[in-house]
């Protein structure tokens, strides 16, 4: 079946623009994830959503950082006023109940780029 | 607070050789454990998870070894492949529907 996909792979943008990411999870998977990897690190949580709410999101840097889930599939994360260090690849991942003892599956990520 | 570190930024093995990753975990509460193989430019691929009711779990050619104790996680690999190059990322969570945290990552690389 089909994995977790996100668009654009690639975004490219300059400081001060707004940017959107998507997130298509695997199809009946409950729980969402967003997490943000810079290069050589491992993944940091963003925030997680449980169906329609956020269930979590303790780990948005600042008030410029804004995700929705407004029909408990596809997902939004949303960048304002971007600096350059909001440059890295931006990872979503989908798990069935979100318990948190569950595998959860990632998508290729969005490389986003702020100039 | 929870952090997840590795012992080693970078292994290399001969191909057909096994290989250990090791990992420590800092937080005590910590009750589950994930490995994931992150190759370039992909996102990370689940390999293995176990809960900490157990010592060992073994998948197709890996083994995750979990020593409560010290608080110390590895995953070994059997007769590694080429295919077997990539970041490896140990990860956990603790009581409760906590966010997993991530490691650093460690770089096996598979000499031919």
């Known amino acids: 079946g089909a994995g977790v996909s996100q668009t654009p792979s690639n975004k490219v943008t300059e400081k001060g623009k707004y940017v959107e990411l998507r997130c298509d999870p695997i199809?009946?998977?409950?729980?969402l994830y967003w997490y943000r990897q810079s290069l050589g690190q491992g993944p940091e949580f963003l925030i997680y959503f449980q169906g329609t709410g956020a269930a979590d999101d303790s780990g948005l840097p600042n008030d410029r950082f804004f995700a929705v889930r407004p029909e408990g599939s596809v997902s939004t994360l949303k960048i304002q006023r971007t600096e350059r260090g909001d440059s890295a690849v931006y990872l979503c991942?989908?798990?069935?109940?979100?318990?948190?003892?569950?595998?959860?599956?990632f998508g290729p990520g969005t490389r986003l780029l702020v100039l | 607070g929870e952090s997840v570190g590795l012992h080693l930024p970078t292994l290399s093995v001969q191909e057909g050789d096994n290989s250990i990753i090791n990992c420590a975990y800092s937080?005590?509460?910590?009750?589950?454990f994930i490995w994931y193989k992150q190759e370039s430019g992909k996102g990370p691929q689940f390999i293995i998870d176990?809960?900490?009711?157990?010592d060992k779990r073994q998948g197709q050619r890996v083994t995750v070894l979990l020593n409560k104790t010290v608080k110390h996680l590895s995953l070994q690999i059997a007769a590694t492949q080429p295919g077997d190059s990539a970041v490896y990322f140990c990860?956990?969570?603790?009581?409760?529907?906590?966010?997993?945290?991530f490691g650093k990552g460690t770089r096996l690389s598979v000499i031919a």
């Open positions: 991942a989908s798990s069935t109940y979100g318990t948190g003892r569950e595998t959860q599956y």
């Open positions: 937080n005590s509460a910590s009750d589950y």
């Open positions: 199809s009946g998977h409950t729980a």
């Open positions: 176990i809960r900490s009711n157990m």
């Open positions: 990860a956990s969570s603790g009581a409760g529907n906590t966010p997993l945290v």
